[in-house]
């Protein structure tokens, strides 16, 4: 099996020499093509952090993060910017989307970026679209479109490019029940149909149990690591919960 994304040792330090916090420890991991990971833990575990290092918003204090075969931790800034346009698909709790662009609009700005010809555009975005179930706001301003809609729309611009790792933060975290299950069935549908590889971090157990396999950190290292196997979504519910109580009740538990 493929590792699309391979962390090694990787340590994080914030602050000076009088006052220095280490925000990740010591962490390592792999994971493969097509996996749908879960990264959850509580606030100040340091999870956030480690998501911001592998989408290269942050740099690591040492260790090496891999992604598609490339060392991230090596690259220069220009290197660095055509690696994220290329390799990385973003997906966030606030959606970002441009206000003055149609749902439209918005997903082909991905591929503007990297000069994709009109009729491709056109072909791969009514392909995402379709899969995500967004054909009927194509064409809606973002504040014609509900929260779900959007979010769906962000998450189409991220995986319209064919990015080796789609990386969503809190993606549910602005969604009501109803919008945060249907935008989870798409990611379900796009790792199943499409073998997306998605690493999402968050701290809602539910968002959490449709994931393969999940990451539970813990003051800045691997705490525990759940891997659902052949149980039903719930079964898997039930054991993120249990280590919820191991964690002190620090993660939301709304199935």
Sequence with gaps: MKHILSV?????????KGNIAKAIDNISFKVNKGEFV????PSGSG??????????????????????????TDLKPKK?????????????????LLDTLTGFEN????????????KEIEVLIKSVAEILEISDVLTKYPYQMSGGQKQRVASARAIVTKPSL?????????????SSRLLLESFEKL????????????????????AQRILVIKDGKIFNELIRGNSSRKEFFNKIIEVEGLLGGDISNDF
């Design 8 to 16: 090694s040792k990787i340590e994080k330090y914030y602050g000076n």
């Design 38 to 41: 879960g990264i959850m833990g």
């Design 47 to 72: 999870k956030t952090t480690l998501l911001n290092c592998i989408s290269t918003i942050d740099t690591v204090t040492t260790g090496h993060i891999i992604i598609n075969n490339r060392d991230i």
């Design 80 to 96: 660095l910017e055509e690696f994220r346009r290329d390799e990385l698909g973003f997906i966030f709790q606030d959606f970002n």
């Design 107 to 118: 997903i082909a700005l991905a591929l503007t970026i990297q000069n994709r010809n009109p």
């Design 166 to 178: 789609i990386l969503a933060d809190e993606p549910t975290g602005s969604l009501d029940s109803k």
């Design 191 to 210: 790792n199943k149909e499409q073998e997306s590889t998605i690493l999402m971090v968050t701290h809602d157990a539910f968002t959490a149990s449709y």
